[in-house]
Structure formats: structure tokens, C-alpha cells
């Protein structure tokens, strides 16, 4: 059995912000431009610090959701991160700050969630494959962090 036909949200009836209801999902420009580009006039999207930001026009799912994922295998970084997702991202100089979180209704959350520190290597994974390896990477779990993690953000955001 494959990835494909093992994938727990095959049997999920919710609307989360997930491929049924394609809200703010984050990728590299590679990913964009690999899977998405072609469905633009389907998706509303947002440009920033070379990440691109879609989400489906008029709550629609995914474009490639049809009642399973049909690149399952090769989907994007925070879609195999999921229920993880990312959350702020800031670029200070080469410094890239990028947090991640849990907070979904997913009913198949705790089921699906992996551990901490492998989705810690897979929002690094993003960072690098979308700013390249010149930049210093600060990936921290918005869970443990915060009130700080807003706080760092307010002060760069006054010094730059």
C-alpha cells in the first residue's frame, strides 16, 4: 500500500484549512511554480519575501482535490507538514525567522502529527529551499514561544 491510499484524510468530513478548503498555504517559489502557476486564475495569491501565499477563491478545495490528493507523493513542504503549519515569517538582513504551530480542529490531529523536531527540519527544509543556504535560519515553535516570538517580531519590525 502507498502513501496515496494510506492517507488518513481520505476519510475526513471537516472543512479545515487543509486541501478541502485551501486557505494561506505557504511555498517556495519551486513549489509555486511546479504545482500551482497553472491554476492561478482558480487562486488568489500573494507574493512575499519570495514565498507565495494561496488560498482557493470562494472556499474551494485544492486543485488537486478530487477525495484524495492527487500528488500526494510530491506535495508541497507544509502540506506534508500538516497539521503543522507555518506561521510568521520575517527577513531581517540574512536572517530568516519562521515559526511553526499545531492550532487546528483536524479530528485526525494527534494521529497525524509528527514529531516535534522532525517538523522543525522540515520548516528549515522550506526556509532553505526558498532563501538559500547564505541565510541564518531561527525556526521556533510558536507553542513554546508565544508572547516572545511577537515580541521579536515588534522589534525588528521598528529597526528596519
Not at 28 to 50: K, P, Q
Not at 58 to 74: F, L, N, T, V
Not at 92 to 121: G, M, N, Y
Given at each position: ?107 485526525f490531529k494527534e494521529s ?49
Amino acid at each position: 500500500m502507498n502513501e496515496y491510499t494510506e492517507n488518513r484524510c481520505n476519510g475526513c468530513s471537516t472543512n479545515q484549512h487543509c486541501c478541502r478548503n485551501l486557505t494561506s498555504l505557504r511555498l517556495t517559489g519551486s513549489e509555486y511554480f511546479d504545482h500551482f502557476a497553472d491554476y492561478r486564475a482558480a487562486l488568489i495569491v500573494r507574493e512575499t519575501y519570495g514565498i507565495y501565499i494561496i488560498s482557493a477563491k470562494k472556499g474551494q478545495s485544492c486543485p488537486y482535490w478530487d477525495g484524495a490528493c492527487r500528488i500526494y507523493e510530491k506535495r508541497p513542504i507544509e502540506c506534508r507538514l500538516y497539521p503543522y503549519t507555518i506561521g510568521n515569517l520575517w527577513k531581517w538582513r540574512r536572517h530568516v525567522f519562521i515559526t511553526f504551530h499545531s492550532r487546528t480542529k483536524c479530528p485526525f490531529k494527534e494521529s497525524l502529527l509528527i514529531p516535534q523536531d522532525k517538523a522543525e527540519k522540515m520548516v528549515a527544509e522550506f526556509t532553505e529551499e526558498a532563501f538559500g543556504n547564505g541565510c541564518m535560519q531561527h525556526v521556533y515553535n510558536e507553542v513554546l514561544l508565544p508572547g516572545l516570538i511577537s515580541k521579536i517580531r515588534g522589534f525588528f519590525r521598528r529597526i528596519a
